[in-house]
Nanobody, 121 residues
């Protein structure tokens, strides 16, 4: 299974970006999905998560500006980012909990390679 993320880029303060992340390769289902980010010289932090049933959770710093969504048919998770600020500058990583059968059912978190988001003033 591989996760492919896209949609990063450079925008000015107040701008918007939409990140996408799709899982492919093999037969599987996906439980929770999420986005994390890591700014220079900082630890990776949670941005938003979404459960299989669509319940969402956001970091306080992005509430009201970011929206996470998913398309189960496409094994995809999205992050709509509005009103972007310089402090949102980071590498954004998607993660999906992949459930597969290989002798037994097991759930494993997979991570995308990261996509850069840069917000300039």
């Amino acid at each position: 299974v591989q996760l492919q993320a896209s949609g990063g880029g450079s925008v000015q303060v107040g701008g918007s970006l939409r990140l996408s992340c799709t899982a492919s390769g093999g037969t599987f289902t996906v439980n929770n999905m999420g986005w994390y980010r890591q700014a220079p010289r900082k630890q990776r932090e949670l941005v938003a998560t979404i459960t299989l049933l669509g319940s969402t959770n956001y970091a306080e710093s992005v509430k009201g500006r970011f929206t996470i969504s998913r398309d189960n048919a496409k094994n995809a998770v999205y992050l709509q980012m509005d009103d972007l600020r310089p402090e949102d500058t980071a590498i954004y990583y998607c993660t999906q909990e992949i459930r597969q059968f290989s002798g037994r059912w097991a759930t494993t978190p997979y991570w995308g390679r990261g996509t850069q988001v840069t917000v300039s003033s």
